[in-house]
């Protein structure tokens, strides 16, 4: 059953039939989640840092020496520290980690398609559906998400907001249905009033060219967000960074890399603003995955995932802040999958009453707040 906090701090003390007053100091706050998706990060680079086979392969990396300087390790564990140092010097400390299949701990999609779409309706709305959802096309998603259905207790009220890379995340959330704000691809802060943060990024966006027509550089992505998380407080935000996919599609290992050392210092960003600030503080649950994993098999498969390439089911996730038990990297083996998310997160925003019958199972290590 959904629970919900009566504030009357701004009218002083009420007592209302048998509801208690409480004053400000001691109203609960509303518990806050942040989910993050890395497109097409594979957990091999996530486990074990930098591939050994590409990391100085001529035809992905424009120069090896340097690269290898920054990210090559003789030892993997120190290795993947190179590249994610937040990740593996903290999330590792404070959290959970699955997906290292060197262990047997797997995470896996549900839906056969493989790619983004698919896989982005898997994880918000905890169910594959590959009759309907098989292409990248913009087309509005008939499904409904976890965000929508959380956005939906909250009528004229902006308590959920999306941002994404890719330009299509507008139609994965079904923003014109949702009515879910949504800042994807190109479009600039529309929230008045502008922080001069703001202001400044839509400028620069119109400025800086991005290698890509359908997805903008992640850094305008991120701090889009961490302004409107100051700004709005919202109770549930996702973030879906979108460079790591499109380098690696494009052969540029070197930029892979370089792509996942920057998100890494992004989730480190957002963990620093959560813990200074009021609402989010010690009351903040962190969900982060992927859409899809990436060829393993072959030299060029890297650059690759789909159908064709059965090993990009393989995903990953990380798990830390509000109700995550400090356990690190799993290490037994274990079979989670991407569809259990949506529920996961339904139940810990004590919604559990809108998960469907259809939807994965919610994971038993993100625990509702008491």
Known sequence: MRKFVLSMSFFGCLTLLNVSCQTEEETPKEARVILITMDGLRWKELFTGADSLLIAHAQYVQDSAALKSKFWRADPQARRKALM??????????????????????????????????????????????????????????????????????????????????????????????????????????????????????????????PWGSVRLDAF??????????????????????????????GEYDAYLESAHTTDDFLKDLWAFTQKHPLYKNNTLFLVTTDHGRGMNTLDSWRSHGAAFPETQQTWLMAYGKGIAPRGEMKEKQQWYNNQIAASLLRFLGAEDLVTPKMGAALPFVEAPK
Request: hydrophobic residues 35%.
């Open 85 to 210: 140092p937040f990740v593996w010097d903290s999330i590792a400390t404070f959290g959970q980690l699955y997906g290292n299949r060197e262990y047997d701990n797997k995470v896996d999609l549900t839906n056969q398609h493989f790619f983004s779409y698919p896989g982005y309706n898997e994880i918000l709305t905890g169910t594959a559906d590959d009759k309907r959802i098989h292409s990248n096309d913009k087309i509005n998603n008939p499904n409904i998400t976890f965000l929508e259905k959380i956005a939906s207790l909250y009528p004229q009220q902006e308590r959920v907001a999306a941002f994404g890379s890719w330009d299509v995340f507008p139609f994965i959330i079904n923003e014109e249905r949702s009515k879910i704000p949504v800042n994807a691809g190109f479009e600039i802060a529309h929230t008045l009033p502008l922080s001069e943060r703001e202001a400044f990024l839509n400028t620069l966006q119109e400025q800086i060219p991005s």
């Open 221 to 250: 992505t991120h701090h889009f967000a961490l302004e409107y998380l100051q700004k709005q407080t919202p109770l549930l935000t996702y973030i879906a960074y979108g460079e790591t996919d499109d380098f690696a599609h494009d």
